[in-house]
């Protein structure tokens, strides 16, 4: 959903922001095959272009100048025919994209910063209901996410480094980490060996990081009339998933005894079972499978600001280090003038903005993010 309040001011000073930025960044280094890529953009009436092609960056780089969208975005697949309608684009493989997100993870703090704006007047509520100054208009919610968030989200995507790199085998020169611009973390596997999976070998990929479908089974445990037999299976419990579930429980390939125990104390088979979910849900990691299985998905282009932030889709080559709103805050500090529609506080390249009143002077690097989250609308008078 577009956020923005549709002003000619707002308008014209984002475009005039994101117009500078691709003119200034037109190299775009983590783009690969760009002939046989699908692109399309939002533009800031919310409509969308697609099935767009280009033979160069160049080109690339043109469009983005001359039309100056909200959010650009380019095919995980490759194709003969990019620019053709879907089914006759001819399909020749695609990357695996692995999309994780602040939203997702049940922070207790994400409600102390989300906001509930009117989908009618731009009315910023204390909470989603009707709006209380229209009285007519729905509420959505935005979030300013917080270090907290973003440490939490940074471990989720730690965790999918490690499914990818450990259980999956893939070599990390394969692997790509972007920050998505905004609130999630993007992985990028451009491995060869993995280009032609249909939707379906990708979804039993996502099941096996998320977690679903592991069985008491696979570990050992299996039903036997009334109670349950322990049988530890032939090829070991110390790799994958199963290294994972041993290592919760202290157990190895000599635990037998161990393990009988251990389903004897949760109540038996079923009770294991629910042992088994609570620990697959805590090592599982939570990304958004339909991304992942989709081999047709148009996927916001690294080096593009996020429409929803006016950050940069960004490379994170360090997880730990990384740092969101210093590291993929790349516009200019120039100063405008903004009408707030709240007080709050935020933190953008490395300066604390304490904002109160109703007409602040900030940097533009402030304003885009804060007229990109509805928060804010670029003051008439400069």
């Known amino acids: 959903m577009n956020q923005i309040e549709y002003t000619n001011e707002n308008i014209k000073f984002l475009k005039d922001i994101f117009r500078k930025y ?55 697949a490759y194709y003969g025919f990019p620019s053709n309608p879907i089914n006759e684009k001819q399909w020749e493989g695609a990357d695996l994209i692995f999309d994780i997100d602040i939203k997702d993870l049940n922070i ?46 940074k471990k989720e995507a730690a965790k999918l480094l490690e499914f990818l790199r450990s259980d999956l085998g893939i070599e990390e020169k394969f692997i790509e980490v972007f920050f998505s611009g905004n609130a999630g973390f993007h992985f990028h596997v451009n491995d060869p060996g993995m280009r032609n999976l249909d939707s379906n070998s990708r979804s039993s990929v996502t099941d096996y990081i998320i977690g679903n479908g ?17 049988k530890l299976p032939k090829s070991g419990i110390m790799n994958g998933w199963r290294k994972k579930i041993a290592s919760s429980f202290g157990i190895n390939q000599k635990s037998e005894l161990k393990l009988k125990h251990l389903v004897e104390a949760s109540g038996g088979y079923d009770g294991f079972r629910n042992e088994i979910n609570r620990i697959t849900k805590k090592f599982g990691v939570h990304i958004d499978s339909q991304v992942t299985n989709d081999i047709h998905r148009v996927f916001r ?35 405008v003038y903004i009408n707030l529609k709240t007080k709050l506080k935020i933190n953008l390249k490395n300066n604390n903005f304490k904002l109160d009143n109703v007409l602040e002077k900030v940097p533009s690097y402030v304003a885009v993010y804060l007229v990109c989250k509805g928060l804010a609308t670029i003051s008439k008078n400069q």
């Not at 703090?109 to 731009?122: A, D, K």
């Not at 690294?302 to 940069?312: D, E, F, R, V």
Request: aromatic share 14%; glycine share 6%; hydrophobic share 30%.
């Open 22 to 76: 691709y003119f200034e960044n037109k190299y775009f280094p983590y783009l690969y095959s760009i002939e046989k890529r699908e692109f399309g953009y939002r533009k800031f009436d919310s409509l969308v272009v697609r099935h767009l092609s280009f033979k160069n960056i160049g080109e690339l780089v043109v469009e983005l100048v001359r039309n100056v969208p909200l959010d650009v975005y380019y095919s995980n």
């Open 108 to 153: 207790p703090c994400f409600h102390e910063h989300t906001y509930y704006i009117c989908n009618l007047c731009g009315f910023v509520n204390s909470e989603q209901k009707l709006c209380v100054n229209c009285n007519k208009g729905k509420t959505y919610d935005i979030s300013i996410p917080c270090k907290r968030c973003f440490t939490a989200i």
């Open 301 to 335: 282009l690294p080096g593009s600001i996020n429409g929803k932030s006016g950050l940069t889709k960004t490379k994170c080559d360090d997880l730990e280090s990384f740092n969101p709103n210093n590291d993929a805050c790349m516009l200019d500090d120039s100063e």
């Open 214 to 230: 592991f069985m008491c089974e696979s570990i050992g445990v299996r039903k036997y009339r009334n109670g349950f037999m322990i």
